[in-house]
């Protein structure tokens, strides 16, 4: 049965002709799918009933039904979980900032890349996410809360590069001035760093922000935190990155996890420098969220503040992101485990070493 949430408007189009309907009812349906967030064909009040009896009977429009909310008591984060038609569930967040809600979308149930902090990818894929399943969890959202959306993340659980097809229809249609329209530029995509997948999405030329999960600033290091690294070294992985620039224009943001002991050193801090020194690019750090099976600890607040300014005085662009939902699950993957729950040990580790101004000869190393 196809869905009619995941099709782009020259799909519905093509949907139309073979139905033998005109064109322009395409972008009808589009409008109020997307743009009137309809998902009962009933109530498409504009088309003609045969047209609606004839959609019944081999489509559906994705709705994802909400299992639960988790509203953090710090900063007022909401914490989905969803239920997909197959029975799986999925998790997205919305967060408000001063800018606007920012929702964080999942998507894939699960995930394959096995970073070893992350909680989402601890039972592997299961299943990709279709367009209208990535696109729905931000219509609950606007429904549930009865507020904008204006700012999307697909941060969650998943590797969006790993379902490419879905994730490039997904962000047309959501910056379409007929559906969701919301602006390219105000849409990240974080990936773990697939070369093939970023080279490629620098060829679509949008104008959405690419993120970077980097992590380490050396391939050993980082080979430890994630398993793509063996693949791809962070050289080749920064070299899309700079491709990725040069055809959109766009800068890059490097996600950072600090790891107390493992990526928080000053040694790492001053290898970083000597990666991203000439990129143009944005590098956010955040403390890892300690999640119970996978034993990392996170960097104390002192480490992480000598790792950014190690990095600014230096001349890196960095930030350290603000934590929410930090009391609610607020990591990847957490809420969605917990909802079907095992137990694990947390192992501790040591401190992260002062940070100085690096001298220009030690940074051209
Ligand atoms: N697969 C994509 C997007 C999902 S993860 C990616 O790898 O980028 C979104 C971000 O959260 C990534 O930077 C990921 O490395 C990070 N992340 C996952 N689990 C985390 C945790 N427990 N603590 C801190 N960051 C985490």
């Not at 559906?60 to 969803?82: A, C, H, M, P, W």
């Not at 249609?173 to 773990?192: E, H, K």
């Not at 107390?260 to 790492?268: C, I, L, P, R």
Request: glycine share 8%; hydrophobic share 35%.
């Amino acid at each position: 049965m196809r869905d009619l949430k995941s099709m782009s408007k020259e799909e519905l189009g093509r949907c139309m002709a073979e139905l033998g309907e005109p064109a322009f009812r395409a972008k009808q349906l589009f409008s109020w799918i997307h743009q009137k967030k309809v998902s009962d064909l009933e109530d498409m009040t504009n088309l003609p009933k045969s047209l609606r009896e004839k959609l019944k009977e081999g489509s559906r429009i994705t709705r994802l039904k909400q299992e639960t909310v988790q509203i953090s008591k710090l900063d007022g984060t909401r914490k989905y979980l969803f239920s997909l038609s197959d029975g799986n569930c999925i998790e997205s967040v919305l967060m408000r900032y001063r800018y606007g809600n920012s929702v964080c979308i999942s998507s894939q149930v699960g995930c394959g890349m096995g970073c070893r902090f992350c909680a989402s990818t601890i039972d592997g894929l299961e299943r990709n996410l279709s367009a209208g399943e990535m696109l729905d969890q931000i219509d609950r959202i606007q429904e549930e809360t009865g507020e904008r959306v204006s700012h999307v993340v697909v941060m969650g659980s998943g590797e969006p590069l790993d379902n490419y097809d879905n994730l490039l229809r997904f962000l047309q249609i959501l910056s379409d001035p007929d559906g969701s329209n919301i602006s390219q530029r105000n849409v990240t995509v974080s990936t773990c760093g697939i070369v093939p997948g970023i080279l490629r999405l620098a060829e679509e030329r949008l104008q959405i922000t690419l993120a970077l999960s980097l992590h380490a600033a050396e391939d050993e290091t980082r080979k430890k935190l994630m398993p793509i690294a063996a693949r791809y070294s962070i050289r080749e992985v920064l070299d899309a990155c700079s491709v990725y620039f040069e055809k959109t224009g766009r800068r890059v943001s490097y996600e950072y996890s600090l790891v107390s002991g493992v990526n928080d050193t000053e040694e790492e801090a001053r290898r970083l420098i000597r990666l991203l020194r000439n990129r143009k690019g944005h590098v956010n750090l955040i403390p890892v969220n300690p999640v119970v099976e996978r034993g990392w600890k996170e960097s104390a607040p002192a480490a992480v503040l000598r790792f950014k300014n190690c990095l600014e005085k230096n001349g890196i662009n960095v930030t350290i992101r603000r934590e929410m939902g930090r009391d609610i699950d607020g990591a990847c993957g957490q809420l969605r485990r917990r909802h079907r729950m095992q137990q694990g040990e947390i192992r501790r580790q040591g401190e992260a070493s002062p940070c100085r101004t690096m001298t220009a000869e030690e940074r051209n190393e």
